[in-house]
């Protein structure tokens, strides 16, 4: 943390003192060299991407950059089967690939079909190389970044902004995950589990949530806050998902950034080419869990939010032929619909905290039929 903390405090320093025409320069070096020294292996895998994607932007809207997108798919599909529990027994991990990979497809395929301009080489690696969003995220887009270079100022007070998420983030992480819900609640649920092993199983499933999100969210904040010490805002990752009334807001909430991406590259071209929607969610829900994980749990996780989204879209449709909110309060409404969508969510997570498919039916065996009272 302490080496972290004054290779930021260099970068920062050596980024406002050096002229504007150099400050990419400096977040390039600092993103190559922070990769390539915690993992040579994963800056090495990026910088082969990014070579890969420069080479397709050179002739958009012919083969190249067609082939350009299957090398990269390809790439992460392989990636993905000899990671989290490959046929290797120590599992292949690239810091951040599975970040700029969707940087990537989203890059050549916006140059091909929505006619995107090719940037400088400069502004193209800095956008690979943005070290506060390389390892966490968020996934933001090229023409944002581009947009956010333009309009970069030494402005103190969006420093002291910065500095704030930076330090609420932490905060996150280390207060609210590790010591509160892995530490004190830990505590708590193996208490629980002697007396009331139904209502500890759905708590450690809570407690798996809570975990993820305050995890997620609390280093999201910090890249976010260290991004905007820079003079460069990117987009929002979470936005009080725990809080949404049904399933759809509960994704346009939780991973914004990646719950956008596919709704670009997936949701949206399936929709228009098969004209159905259940099909469009599925394959959505799928992407999301192939970026998370190639096994047989993630596919049942994917399976069980699309069975949630398209349940609630039926039901949408049959509650919009009826006037609810003329004779049921419409705060009684939300809380019954939230409640309803955080505890979906939570059972949802009992399928990917555990190893495998059978664990997960045990889980769920002893959180229906065990004990909560």
Known sequence: MTLSICGFTLVFLLYWTVPSRWKEVVLIAAGVIGLSWYSPSAALATTSLVIVVWVGLQRPKRPLDLVSVA???????????????????RPLILVGFAYAVPR????LLDARYRGTQRPSLRVFLAYFWFFPTLAIGPIHRLDEFEREIRRRRLDIQQIGLGLERILVGLASVKLIADWLVSSRLDIILGNLAVTRDGAAAFGRSIQYGLNLYFQFAGWTAVAIGMAATLGIRVAENFHRPFAQPNLAAFWRSWHITLTRWTNSYVFQPVAAQTRRPFLAITATMFSIALWHEFSARYVCWACWHAGGLLAHRMFRRLTNRFEWGAWIPAPAVRLVSTSLTVSFVFLGFTITRVASIGDAFDEFQTIFTGRYL
Request: charged residues 10%.
């Open 104 to 107: 990537a497809v989203h890059v």
């Open 71 to 89: 090398l990269v798919a390809t790439a992460f599909l392989t990636y993905k089967l000899f990671a989290n529990g490959g046929p290797f027994e």
